[in-house]
């Protein structure tokens, strides 16, 4: 579970990508569950910051080391994949830069493997058409609208009449992701 699109499904979902900056912020680079449900005010309860933390160690952003009673979870990212490492380096540098990471949608946006692969695909080529994208990547026309509109909403993707542009991403999060779906 260790490429980026795992990296992006974990970290699609706000309190998950919150634990993270809080324990990317802390001094210690790191801390315990008791803490980081502190850190949340209440949004979530230790059994549900404990799962989340686990995933989060699953793709190799997290370690974990015990402690007594108390398991704490730091800053690590030898065990992540090259290309998760890179996009995880990206979302780390914007975090302490800004304190948060704030996609605008853009990166639920790219959770979804056929939006992922049509914003390359307009990376490279600026804009095509509907019946273009349709025939590369085997889609059925009458959901295309549909299956697209979570990016146009973001503002990844502009949609005209008969085509769609991407707007090329200023966020280097963003942009790296992109980049990386083939």
Known sequence: MKNVWDLCKVLENPHRMTLLSEI???RE?????????ECMNGKLEAPAVTQYLKQIECIGL??????GRYV???DDMREAAANVRDVAALIRSEI???GSYDDR?????????FRARVCHYLLNGGNADKRDICQR??????????????????GLLTEYVGSYELRI????????VIELAA
């Open 137 to 154: 990547f085997r889609h059925l026309g009458k959901y295309l609208a549909r299956d697209l509109q979570p990016a146009v909403e973001s």
């Open 29 to 37: 680079g790191g801390g315990n569950v008791g803490w980081l449900v």
């Open 105 to 113: 949608g853009m990166f639920r946006a790219l959770m979804n493997a």
């Open 72 to 74: 704490n979870y730091y």
């Open 62 to 67: 997290l370690r974990r080391e015990r402690c």
């Open 169 to 176: 991403p200023t966020d280097p999060v963003i942009r790296r």
């Open 96 to 98: 302490m830069a800004s």
């Open 24 to 26: 990317y912020k802390s």
